[in-house]
């Protein structure tokens, strides 16, 4: 059920609604939109009648949802959301660079990516302290004391720290340390980990699975937000197929088929959706001409020395250059880099 309010709507009016959702046992989320509120419903099983909303003051309509979907519709929000990372942004007119090393490897490592990443402008440092990998016996991440050197980047360059939770137990630490809680590729369908998202006050980086099909993957999302964060950024970050020239197959169709259904920033990962140094730069350059918020790129200074994915980083140089491509294209596009 989708309630959406007169544009005229007093919050007064508002409240009297979600208290009506509230005593039918259901939960009531508020979207506060350019010319109106809508209010989703979630936790009803079946069916809500449209007709214990209909009559009260304030109300426009109370629309049956067919889809699968609430939360992160179009319908319940017809402007994009701007998903704010302390003073910075992702989905609004500026495009988010969000860079750094696949895991942080020490200090000095970090250190030097996280300069080149502040030179080049982007706001955002990305590097994993717990890393999801393949194997057990590969290098797993730094854990807490990774954390603790991504809160001294933070402090040195003033950049957002973007670090990814594995489990419920991560999510209270990249809380402590972070600015944004990665989930990866491997936890799009860990909903005990996406409910923990949902009750997170940080804002939420969302890889699609390395399968899901683009109603799963807004699934995803849409268990966090049923929590109540409506923070989401979501990132295309290449699906498997048969393909063997890259490492993932990546959907930049993606982009604009979301647009088309949520009002969620999505951005893309060229690393992990090639694989490859030698394409990213090209892979990049079509996300943001496709309609990507932003970008998530691995970078390390020395990628034949890197304790993880050393194949697919580029170097210092290479970003800079990069960004100042993309910042070319940002201008045709009327938006800019931030
Ligand atoms: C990563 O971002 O380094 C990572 C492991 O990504 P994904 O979850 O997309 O594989
Ligand atoms: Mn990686």
Redesign the pocket.
Same mark, same amino acid.
Do not use: I, L, R, T
């Given at each position: 059920m989708l309630i959406v309010m007169k544009s005229d709507a007093t919050e007064a009016q508002v409240a009297a609604v979600l208290r009506v959702v509230e005593e039918l046992g259901f939960k009531g989320h508020p979207m506060p939109g350019a010319t109106r509120t809508a209010i989703g419903i979630t936790g009803n099983q079946g069916s809500v009648d449209p007709s214990h909303f209909e009559n009260l003051p304030g109300v426009a309509d109370a629309i049956r949802v067919s889809k699968p979907y609430k939360l992160i519709t179009l319908d319940i929000r017809p402007e994009k959301t701007i998903v704010r990372v302390g003073d910075a942004t992702i989905g609004g007119e500026e495009l988010a660079i969000i860079a750094g090393p696949?895991?942080v490897e020490s200090h000095a490592q970090a250190f030097a990516v996280a300069e080149a990443v502040r030179r080049s402008g982007a706001r955002f440092f990305r590097g994993?302290a717990y890393?999801p990998r393949t194997s057990p016996y590969a290098f797993q991440g730094l854990g807490e004391e990774g954390l603790k050197i991504l809160g001294d980047v933070r402090e040195a360059f003033g950049l957002k720290i973007v670090t990814e939770a594995l489990d419920e137990a991560g999510v209270d630490l990249v809380e402590r340390y972070g600015d944004m809680i990665q989930l990866g590729a491997r936890n799009m369908q860990n909903f005990s980990l996406l409910r923990r998202a949902g009750r997170s006050r940080l804002p939420i980086l969302l890889k699609r699975g390395l399968s899901a099909t683009l109603d799963e993957w807004l699934l995803a999302a849409e268990y966090i937000m049923s929590e109540g964060n409506y923070q989401i950024v979501l990132c295309e970050r290449g699906i498997r197929t048969f393909a063997q020239h890259t490492r993932n197959t990546l959907d930049l169709a993606a982009i604009p088929a979301v647009r088309r259904i949520s009002h969620l920033p999505v951005i893309v990962d060229p +690393?992990?959706g090639t694989g490859k140094q030698s394409l990213i730069g090209a892979v990049s350059r079509a996300a943001i001409a496709v309609g990507a918020d932003g970008l998530l790129v691995?970078v390390h200074h020395e990628p034949d020395k890197a304790l +993880?994915?050393g194949m697919?980083s580029i170097l210092p140089e290479e970003f800079g250059e990069l960004v100042e491509e993309v910042r070319q294209i940002a201008a045709v596009l009327g938006r800019e880099v931030n």
């Open positions: 696949c895991a994993g890393k +690393s992990h691995e +993880s994915d697919q």
